[in-house]
């Protein structure tokens, strides 16, 4: 059983030889713990302009044994939904809007004649919590859907492809400082660096594609400032993980050393209106302009 924290995509896994482990961000209605900040969820002047984060990463992503060379794109942005349906509200009158956080991770890496493809979405409540994840992608031989929803305080989580079809489950989160191990691109960067550096404890859930059933076991998670950057380690039943995080807010993963020997760097990063980013030439015009990317 594959439970590596990272990309990776073999849906042969649902047949029951070895399950997928591609990045998700999955879903878990938790109250944020002392070690947490909601700042990046709430920072009114941060998201205030409209404008989303665009981060293009160079990656090398394990894969057969091998480190393939591939870009994962990570867009996130402040969004209103709806309370019921966390559908997208874009009318500003709607005095019922939530706030939420929507993150979407998009790859495509070529392996060899046939490539891997995968799109992503999760979204946070402005509470520190996760309220839903779909995962949609390819191994060139067939498409797969994998989701987990929220009902009525429940979590479910939901399995298709050409191979099966997995009937809904449910999964359950234990109480406290538990959270899921694809949540960590996103929730290192909301650990409250005000305080010391220091470590603390987490009940970590395997990734969710990468077992048949939600595990949570004890991990650790510590940092520490170094000159330039903020050091994240993550120690838990797979390995370690390594992030390093600028020392600023809004604290961008510059960098990710994963368990299983992937790496992934930060070659731009934007905080960009990119919905008018889509005409040929768009994406030079916008590597080109100093003013959209983040202060280094």
């Known amino acids: 059983m594959d439970r590596r924290l990272g990309f990776h995509f073999d ?16 879903i878990a209605p938790l109250t944020a713990p002392a070690q947490w900040s909601n700042d990046l969820f709430t920072n009114a002047s941060y998201w205030g302009d409209g404008r989303a984060e665009v981060n293009l990463y160079d990656a090398q992503l394990m894969r057969e044994t091998q480190l393939r ?6 867009i996130v942005q402040s969004e209103r939904v709806d309370p019921t349906t966390l559908v997208r509200v874009d ?14 991770l998009i790859w495509t890496l070529p392996l060899g004649l046939v490539v891997e493809q995968a799109s992503q979405v999760a979204l946070w409540r402005t ?5 839903r994840l ?30 099966a079809v997995a009937a809904p489950s449910p999964v359950a989160a234990p109480s406290g400082n538990s959270l899921f191990a694809d949540e960590l691109p996103w929730r ?16 970590l859930a395997s990734p969710l594609a990468g077992t048949t059933g939600v595990e949570f076991k004890p991990a650790r998670i510590s940092w520490r400032p170094s000159e330039r950057r903020l050091e994240v380690t993550v120690r838990h039943a797979a390995g370690t993980d390594l992030f ?29 209106d990119y919905w008018n980013y889509k005409q040929n030439g768009d994406r030079e015009r916008a590597f080109k302009n100093p003013m959209l990317g983040h202060p280094d």
Not at 93 to 100: M, S, T, V, Y
Not at 127 to 131: F, K, Y
């Open 188 to 203: 290192v960067r909301t650990i409250d660096f005000r305080k010391p550096p220091g470590e603390f404890e987490v009940q």
């Open 69 to 74: 060379k591939g870009e994962v794109l990570v």
């Open 91 to 104: 009318d500003p009158k709607r005095a019922d809007a939530a706030g939420a956080i929507r993150m979407s």
């Open 244 to 272: 390093s995080l600028d020392q600023r807010f809004p604290y961008l993963v510059r960098e990710w050393h994963l368990a299983d020997g992937s790496i992934l760097k930060l070659k731009r990063d934007f905080k960009v």
């Open 127 to 131: 509470d520190g919590s996760l309220a």
């Open 11 to 26: 849906d042969r896994t649902l047949n029951g030889s070895r399950l997928a482990t591609v990045l998700l961000l999955a």
């Open 134 to 163: 779909s995962l949609v992608g390819t191994d060139s031989n067939g498409n797969f859907l994998r989701k987990i929803e929220e009902r009525n305080h429940s979590l479910t989580f939901t399995s298709e492809s050409y191979r």
